[in-house]
């Protein structure tokens, strides 16, 4: 449930609310907006008396929260979150660009294209380290050497990082190199590995599932924020269905119900979505002008010669010519980029 104060109420009597609440063994979490405090309650709530609670001093109305997802919910948290990961903020009145190989090939590799694309707009180099392959013969991604030169390109170029984990050594690996872990399309409902994502207490970009409905993508972050980590990133990649034009479809739709649902930040991934470069320029539009936070797109020097998902990359030239081609979409929806 949440507990609505009236506007600009006192301090005083938020607290005794919010003690009242948490002498009934409830978990407590203040959303305090510029005249509104929400209190949001977690817990087995036949455990306090409604009526008293509604009789409080200051205490405008208490409503339910039906949702199984609490602290991901918007009704808990009224405002757009925003999160920051290295020397980047990810949300409202930015468009964040993440853009990088989809596999950390080699040392020389990376620089050269943290460097593009860092010269084009990007603020965030993307970057596979541990790549969870359909086949367990395809490479399999260079690891903690990977991380390394993730770090040391994020020293040369200021870029902040993000890479993907598969598992707990994976992400005790990445707190030392990178500044954002992911966790995979595939691991979604990995509910071990998300709780340790949320302990963590690194910013995490949370990809869809390859079938997972978007109340099945919030309580997975709902997973990461309740190991109380708030710094949680949605990221549509695309969604299996009957079509096989593109590679996946891009469900370009679940960022306005996202909108509506949640106040983490959401960020569209045209890449994994279309499994197409030439569809990843209109699909990365389509995604600003729905209101997404930011964008992931793969690039790589040479496509062709890509260990992984060369097929969805765009070459230095066609990335640098997306990202000039998206500033005006970015006036539209007044987001700086
Ligand atoms: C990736 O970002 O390289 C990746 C494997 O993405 P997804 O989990 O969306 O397939
Ligand atoms: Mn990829």
Same mark, same amino acid.
């Given at each position: 449930m949440i507990i609505i104060m009236k506007p600009n109420s006192n301090e005083e009597q938020i607290s005794s609310v919010v003690s009242y609440v948490r002498q009934h063994d409830l978990e407590v979490h203040l959303s305090t907006g510029k005249e509104v405090t929400i209190i949001g309650v977690v817990g087995n709530k036949d455990k306090i008396n409604p009526e008293h609670l509604a009789s409080m001093k200051d205490v405008e109305r208490?409503? @339910?929260?039906?949702?199984?997802?609490?602290?991901a919910n918007k009704k808990f948290h009224p405002e757009p979150s925003t999160v920051k990961a290295g020397n980047t903020t990810i949300g409202p009145g930015n468009l964040t660009i993440m853009a990088g190989p989809c596999a950390v090939e080699s040392e020389e590799q990376l620089m050269l294209? #943290? +460097? !593009? %694309? /860092?010269? !084009?707009? #990007?603020?965030?180099? &993307?970057?596979? #380290?541990?790549? @969870? &392959?359909?086949? @367990?013969?395809? =490479?399999?991604?260079?690891?903690?050497?990977?991380? &390394?030169?993730?770090q040391n390109a994020k020293k040369e170029t200021g870029l902040s990082t993000i890479c993907e984990v598969v598992s707990l050594e994976a992400i005790e690996a990445a707190v030392k190199y990178v500044d954002m872990i992911q966790i995979g399309a595939r691991n979604m409902q990995? =509910?071990?590995?998300?709780?340790?994502?949320?302990?963590?207490?690194?910013p995490v970009l949370l990809k869809r599932g390859l079938s997972a409905t978007i109340e099945e993508w919030l309580n997975a972050a709902?997973? *990461? *924020?309740?190991?109380?980590? @708030?710094? %949680?990133?949605?990221?549509? &990649?695309?969604? +299996?269905?009957?079509?096989?034009?593109?590679?996946?479809?891009?469900?370009?739709?679940?960022?306005? %119900?996202? /909108?509506?649902?949640?106040?983490?930040? %959401?960020?569209?991934d045209p890449s994994h979505s279309t499994g197409s470069y030439k569809y990843v320029p209109s699909m990365a539009k389509a995604g600003v002008a729905a209101g997404a936070d930011g964008l992931m797109i793969e690039v790589h020097n040479n496509p062709a010669c890509a260990l992984s998902d060369g097929p969805q990359s765009l070459t230095f030239e066609k990335f640098a010519k997306l990202t000039s081609e998206l500033r005006p979409f970015c006036q539209l929806v007044e987001r700086d980029f």
């Open positions: 208490i409503l @339910p929260v039906t949702e199984s997802y609490k602290l294209i #943290a +460097r !593009a %694309v /860092k010269k !084009a707009g #990007a603020t965030f180099l &993307r970057g596979g #380290a541990y790549k @969870p &392959r359909t086949s @367990p013969y395809s =490479f399999q991604g260079l690891e903690e050497e990977g991380l &390394r030169y993730m990995n =509910f071990i590995l998300l709780k340790e994502a949320g302990r963590s207490g690194m709902e997973y *990461i *924020i309740a190991e109380g980590n @708030p710094n %949680v990133v949605l990221c549509e &990649r695309g969604i +299996r269905t009957f079509e096989t034009a593109t590679r996946n479809t891009l469900d370009i739709s679940c960022v306005p %119900v996202l /909108k509506e649902k949640t106040h983490l930040p %959401v960020i569209i």
